[in-house]
C-alpha cells in the first residue's frame, strides 16, 4: 500500500537497477527523478517542477527546481516554493 509520499511501492513500469526494497521504501518523486536508464518510470527525463505556473509561483531558481526529487519540494513552504499543497 502506498502512503502520500508515493512509498510503499515501486513506481517503475519498465526495468530498474534499483533494488525492488530501496524501490518501496524511497517517495515517489525520488524515483521519478532518477534517469529512466537507471530506473524506467516512464516519466520522461524525470526532471520537472511542481511548483504552480510552471515554475514561476517559486523563488525557487528553476534549474535546481528540475534538479531536486519532488518529495524536496513538496516539503519547501508555500511562501518559498508554492506546490498548492496544503
Given amino acids: 500500500m502506498q502512503n502520500e509520499h508515493g512509498q510503499g511501492m515501486s513506481h517503475a513500469t519498465g526495468g530498474s537497477k534499483v533494488p525492488q526494497r530501496a524501490q518501496e521504501k524511497v517517495p515517489q518523486g525520488l524515483e521519478e527523478s532518477l534517469p529512466n536508464k537507471v530506473h524506467d518510470t516512464g516519466s520522461g527525463t524525470g526532471r520537472k ?22 518529495g524536496l ?14
Fill in 49 to 70: 517542477t511542481h511548483a504552480l505556473n510552471d515554475g514561476e509561483d517559486s523563488i525557487v531558481p528553476k534549474g535546481l527546481q528540475k534538479a531536486v526529487p519532488e
Fill in 73 to 86: 519540494e513538496r516539503a519547501l513552504p508555500n511562501k518559498i516554493h508554492n506546490t498548492g499543497d496544503e
